[in-house]
């Protein structure tokens, strides 16, 4: 399934709301936690982002000094 947009703000409703079921275009998703709601947003936001060619780098380096 491609995640859109919609989506993304359907279970960022829901995360917001403490609502734990989420409508996804013709099904419905109930999750255990908010926790799993999180993580599933995560999913969905790396998707669009991507999709979109937003995606940023999760991945930061930091310099180092010697000594």
Do not use: P
Not at 4 to 10: C, G, P, V
Not at 15 to 44: K, P
């Amino acid at each position: 399934m491609a995640w859109t947009q919609t989506d993304l703000d359907a279970i960022e409703a829901a995360i917001a709301t403490g609502e734990l079921t989420v409508r996804f275009a013709d099904r419905e998703v109930t999750y255990r936690s908010i926790a799993e709601l999180i993580a599933a947003r995560n999913v969905i936001r790396d998707a669009v982002q991507g999709a979109a060619g937003t995606a940023s780098n999760r991945f930061h380096f930091g310099q180092t000094s010697k000594g």
